[in-house]
Structure formats: C-alpha cells, structure tokens
C-alpha cells in the first residue's frame, strides 16, 4: 500500500478579488515526483507555498506528512526542503557561508562541500553571493533546498535559468533524491523536464486542475492523434488534407487516421508534383497535449 | 546543534553581512565620530557654561548613545525591512529557525555593533579629547546602556514590520530618531533659555532618559562624592524597560515574514543608503 506524502483536497485561495486557486485536489504518494504544470498565473506557486507553510489558505484541507503547514512549525520544516521560485540568499554572504547558514537548524546536515559538488559550485566555494550570475545563484537556492537532507523537496520551477547542461546535471540530482526515496512536487515550465523527471504530473489553469496523469498518458483521448507536419509555400487550401499553417509553410495535420492522411498526402504531392519537405508523423508530446489542454482553456473558458 | 550554539552562529552571519556592507558601516560607525569631530571644531574644546563639563566630556557619551541607537534602532529597522523585501526572511522561515533564534541572531549582532562603535566614540575621546572616566559610575553606566540599546533594538524591529517596505524605513527612522534627539540633550547640551516643556515632551520618550543618566556617569560635578548606587536612575531605566515591554508586544504583533505587496527587492542595491 502507498502512503500519502501530500493530501489536498478543495484547496482555495484569494487574494482580494483574484480567486488564485479555485478548488485544488491533489495528492502526492511517498517517494513519488509530482510536477505542477500550467501557464504563468495558473496558481502554481501559490499552492506550493500553501503547502510549504508560507502562505494561510482561504479553504480546503491540506497534509503534508501528517502536519498542517501553518501550525507544523519546526518539527515540520525539519523535513521539508524548499526551493522558491525567487532566489533570495543574503548577497554578502560567500556560497559555502550561506549553505551553513541555512543548513544550521536542521537536526539531520548535508555536508556543505558535498553540496557545492553536486550543484556545480565547486569554484565558486569562497565567492560572494552577490558575484554569482543568475543560473549560479538558481544553484545555491538548489542546494539550500536540499541542505537539510529533507525526505520531501518542493522544487518552485527549479532549473529555470539553467544553461542545459546545468539542467542534465539537475536532473541527476534529482533523479538520485528519487533513487533514495524521497518524495518531490516540482513545478516547471519545461515539458521535457516534466517528462524526463516526473512519475505523474497535473495541468493547472486558472487555478483549477484541468487534467492529471503520467507524463505518458495525460490527455488520453488526445494521444491516439498522429501529428503529420510539412512545408507547404502555397494556399493551405489546395491540399487534400486539413491542415493548420504555421509561419514559413510549416503545415500540421492532426489526424486519427495517418495511412489515409498520409495517402491522400503524398498521392497529390507526386501529381501535382510537390517536395513536402521536412515530412515527418510523430506522436504527440507531452508539449503537444499541453499546448492543447490550455489553449482550450483559454478560449472556451467563460470564467 | 544546540540553541544555544545557534544563536551564536547567527549573530555570527549577521556580523558578516553588516561588515561587508561598508555603507550601512559607514553610517552607524564614522557618522557619529563625525559629529564629534564638528562639534568640538565649532564650539572648541572648552568648558561649557553652566554643565561643569567640557565639549568633548558633554558629547563623547551623548554622542556615544547616538551611535548606539543608530546601531541598533536604525540598523534594524532597515536592514530587517531590506531583508524582508528581498525575501530573506521568507528563505529563513522556509528552514526550521526558531523565529525569535533569527531575531535574536539579528539584536545580538546589532548589540554587538553598538558596543563597539559606542566604544570608538568614548576611545578617541579619551585618547584624543581629554574625556575622563570614572570608576565610581562605571557599573552604572554600563547597566544604563545595555538597557538603552536592548530597548533601542526592540523598537528598531518594530519599526520594521510598521514600515512598509524596506524604502520607507530610513525616512520612517530618521523622521523618529533626529528629532528626538535634538530635543534629548543629545546634539544640543541642555540649556536655560529652552522653554520647560520641550525637556517634558522628551521625557516621554527613552532617548533623553538613556543620553542624560549615561552622561550623567561622565560628569564630574556628578561623581565627586557619589556612591555607586546613585547612577542607576530608576525613574529612566523604568520609562526605558516600559517602551522595551509595549515596543516587544507591538513587534512581535507587526513583524511579518513575507515581503509585502508592492514592496521591490532590492536585488542591485549594494549599501543600505539612507535619505
Ligand atoms: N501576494 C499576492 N497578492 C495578490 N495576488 C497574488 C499574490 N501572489 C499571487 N497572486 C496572483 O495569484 C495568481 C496566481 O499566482 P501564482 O504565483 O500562484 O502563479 P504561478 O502559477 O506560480 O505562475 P508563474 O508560472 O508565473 O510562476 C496570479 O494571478 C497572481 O497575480
Ligand atoms: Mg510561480
């Protein structure tokens, strides 16, 4: 049987009249990767604070290893990490001065040097906070979110900042927090990234849950789509197929039949003697499926 | 690790980042030195009429008393709104610090700065300007100012969670301290032609009553003859330790973590500069 790491259920939240987050449910299992996705807005981070303990809800029930953030106090924050979507670290600090700094009140430490290893600091061990560029700075708040050994991480958009290889290496990190059992709720804006790291991930809009699911399978009636693409420099409207234009002649064709579009496709294009080039069919990613999920949102919601 | 250690390690930290920052070192630490340079300059190192004590015997612990409350009173109202704004504080409460090991961390080292630039102060006035000190009312005056600036820091954090962010912290304690303390025998010696009720209104407030008995122990028509007892001013250590109590429950009602709205980290500010 899997425990419940987080319970949320009916979870809201206002400010004022902005409605942020409007009836949340969710729950994440015990050493389990949870990735919040959805638009800038979307009530990402207001949830993840709620959960972290840093902002009171206006309703709904929330656990979180058996505590309610607000009351859970130190015994609470000693088994949570976190990493905020700002990086905020005193800047006259030096690296390592600022991984003991906040690595101090924790009952369990991870060693300071190991730390700085494993984010990629190692030569900026002695340098001030305030000397380090953004992505490395993005770092440090990933160490400080991992100092306590904690056995539950909230990751507020981790890698945002990242150059790619700092992001592989962050996925390691990440992926070794997930071989040792700890449990991660992430948010991303990188569907590569919750694809590659998550076990199950959610799509938020408006502050309302509209799909959940692994990353293989959310928006299941949405993957039996075929997505055939190709350039085009002529009026869409000649083709055999429906397709949608893109800019420069990119031509998409979603369709649940591939070998019928395909056919009719390339049947014209030998008659009528046109290259398609750049021909490709692909399955949907999961950037696909989200693209979708929220641009529907976004046009059929009357809220 | 023990509390205990913790609290030691934070005052630790605090003193780092303080002493990187050479503006906000600047302003608690040479500011008031500067004070006492001008004064002596302006008025010459003499007797001043009616007081019994000379420029520099007046200014040195009056001006010494200013440089504390600047270290602690100012420095923590601004540095705390600062660190808030940035969401300093929003990180520490993300970590399981008891909040009040933070706060204590961040008055220690303020107690700390205060002792040390109160301590230039008095040095170079004995060094340099013939100031005298007196055994009999050492005891005295070191009890007086641990309690001044303990009360000082209190307020100061107050003032923090009242200041909506960290821009309007410097106006709100440089509109709170400067004229107070023109009025507290602290930049200007007491005087005959100043009317009664100026000194009544200031007695309300604990700067006169910290400058006046923590100068009284560097007069020396004060200390000739007295005893040890008589340099513990109950009446100003009581209104002192009365703003401390009320200051405490009021900062602890207004002090808040996260940073407020419409308030803008101050990500490329280098030095806590003040209007
Ligand atoms: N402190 C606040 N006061 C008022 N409104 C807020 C506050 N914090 C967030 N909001 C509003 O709540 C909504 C959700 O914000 P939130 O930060 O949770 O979004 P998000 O999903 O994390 O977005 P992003 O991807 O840009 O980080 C937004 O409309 C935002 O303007
Ligand atoms: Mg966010």
């Known amino acids: ?303 | 690790m023990s509390t205990f250690t913790l609290v030691r390690r934070q005052i630790k930290y605090q003193n780092l980042v303080f002493w990187r920052n050479p503006a906000a070192a600047f302003f608690t630490v040479v500011f008031p030195l500067m004070f006492f340079f001008v004064f002596t300059l302006i008025f010459g190192n003499e007797e001043i009429p009616g007081s019994g004590v000379t420029t520099a015997q007046f200014y040195g612990p009056t001006l010494a008393v200013f440089a504390a409350v600047s270290a602690t009173y100012t420095n923590l109202a601004i540095g705390t709104a600062i660190a808030r704004d940035d969401g300093l504080l929003k990180r520490v409460r993300s970590t399981p610090m008891p909040p009040w090991v933070y706060l204590a961390g961040r008055i220690g080292s303020a107690i700390e700065i205060a002792f040390i630039s109160a301590g230039i102060m008095l040095g170079v006035g004995v060094l340099f300007y013939g100031v005298n000190i007196y055994a009999v009312s050492l005891l005295g005056a070191l009890i007086t100012f641990v309690i001044g600036i303990a009360v000082f820091a209190v307020l100061g954090l107050l003032l923090a969670g009242l200041s909506p962010n960290g821009n309007t912290a410097p106006a709100l304690t440089n509109a709170t301290l400067l004229p107070l303390a023109f009025i507290s025998d602290v930049f200007i010696p007491p005087s005959a032609n100043a009317p009664a009720w100026l000194s009544t209104v200031a007695d309300l407030f604990p700067l006169r009553h910290f400058a006046v008995s923590f100068g009284k122990a560097f007069n020396p028509l004060e200390t000739t003859g007295a005893s040890v007892g008589d340099f513990f001013d109950l009446k100003s250590l009581g209104v002192m330790l009365l703003w401390g109590v009320v200051g405490a429950i009021l900062a602890l009602r207004f002090f808040k973590w996260n940073p407020q709205a419409g308030s803008k980290p101050s990500k490329r500010r280098r030095g806590r500069t003040r209007t």
């Open chain 1, 1 to 303: 049987m899997t425990v419940a790491a987080i319970t949320v259920e009916n979870l809201t939240k206002s400010y004022g009249d902005v409605h942020a987050v409007r009836g949340v449910d969710f729950h994440v299992e015990e050493g389990e990767v949870f990735a919040l996705l959805g638009p800038n807005g979307a009530g990402k981070s207001t949830s993840v604070e709620i959960l972290e303990g840093h902002r009171k809800r206006s309703g709904g029930a929330v656990d979180v290893l058996g505590f309610d953030p607000e009351t859970g106090g130190r015994e609470f924050r000693d088994r949570i990490g976190v990493v905020l979507q700002e990086t905020v670290v005193e800047k006259e600090l030096t690296v390592l001065e600022a991984i003991q700094f906040h690595g101090d009140p924790y009952s369990k430490r991870r060693d300071a040097e190991e730390l700085i290893e494993i984010v990629g600091l190692e030569e900026k061990t002695t340098a001030r906070v305030k000397t380090l560029s953004g992505g490395q700075q993005r770092r440090l708040e990933l160490a400080l979110g991992l100092v306590g050994d904690p056995e539950l991480i909230f990751l507020d958009e981790p890698t945002t900042g990242f150059d790619p290889s700092a992001r592989r290496q962050a996925w390691t990190v990440i992926d070794n927090l997930r071989a040792l059992g700890k449990t991660i709720l992430l948010t991303t804006h990188y569907m590569d990234e919750a694809q590659n790291l998550a076990d199950r991930v959610a799509v938020i809009a408006r502050g309302e849950i509209i799909a959940e699911g692994t990353p293989d399978t959310i928006g299941a009636d949405r993957r039996d789509v075929s997505i055939v693409r190709f350039v085009f420099n002529g009026d869409a409207s000649v083709l055999p197929v429906d397709a949608v234009a893109g800019s420069n002649g990119a031509m998409e064709v979603k369709t649940r039949e591939p070998v019928e579009t395909l056919y009719a496709l390339t049947s014209w294009a030998k008659q009528s003697g046109v290259a398609l080039d750049g021909l490709t069919v692909a399955r949907p990613t999961l950037e696909d499926i989200y693209l979708e999920l929220v641009g529907e949102e976004e046009n059929g919601g009357d809220a």
